[in-house]
């Protein structure tokens, strides 16, 4: 049993190596990529990467893994290429928006979710997120059965593994759910962004 144990701390410890070495490696690549590059650019990088396929065997978790935990998540998230079309859609978001995933995927974020007369507002956000800035705050949406409703979203710049920037992504919950946990909570004290 302590010789078990021994081999199992020495995995550990070499796994652990080469995790620092990979960091390393990826650190100084990012270094190397990053001298020159203009300051706004430097600050809207990704401070991790994708960890590579085999860094993922090694962590037990694979690209499979990867999706499960997305459509696991308590909140909708959803994905968009740079021109507002949806690239990913998950469970939450179905039943947040009343829209399937094959229904969502491929659309408009404008056209799917929101009022004409916030279209102009959403374009605007849109846009900042692909000059490399985050945006959380409370939104006016639809469902697809044209219910109109506040969710509290987050979105924030998608970057590929080179830093490029390739879409966006945004959760968001509804604002309704939110207040009512929030008042229900013993532990909340006053929150101004809940309040219309």
Not at 18 to 35: F, K, W
Not at 86 to 93: C, D, F, G, K
Not at 165 to 185: F, H, P, Q, Y
Request: include cysteine; charged fraction near 30%.
């Amino acid at each position: 049993m302590e010789e078990e144990l021994r081999r199992k701390l020495r995995a550990l410890e070499e796994g652990q190596a080469e995790l620092r070495r990979e960091v390393s490696r990826l650190m100084r690549t990012t270094e190397r990529r990053d001298a020159g590059a203009p300051q706004w650019r430097q600050s809207t990088r990704p401070a991790f990467r994708t960890a590579s396929p085999s860094m993922l065997g090694r962590a037990g978790l694979s690209r499979r893994h990867h999706a499960m935990i997305l459509q696991s998540m308590g909140q909708a998230v959803h994905v968009l290429d740079p021109q507002g079309k949806v690239l990913y859609w998950n469970r939450q978001a179905e039943c947040l928006y009343d829209y399937s995933a094959s229904e969502a995927i491929g659309r408009n974020i404008c056209d799917l979710l929101v009022d004409p007369r916030d279209s102009l507002t959403l374009a605007a956000i849109i846009k900042d997120i692909f000059t490399g800035k985050c945006w959380r705050g409370k939104f006016p949406v639809r469902k697809k059965s044209g219910e109109r409703f506040s969710v509290l979203a987050d979105a924030t710049p998608l970057h590929d593994d080179d830093g490029t920037l390739v879409g966006l992504i945004c959760l968001s919950a509804d604002l309704r759910i939110l207040r009512e946990i929030i008042s229900s909570s013993p532990f909340v004290g006053h929150w101004n962004f809940m309040e219309e």
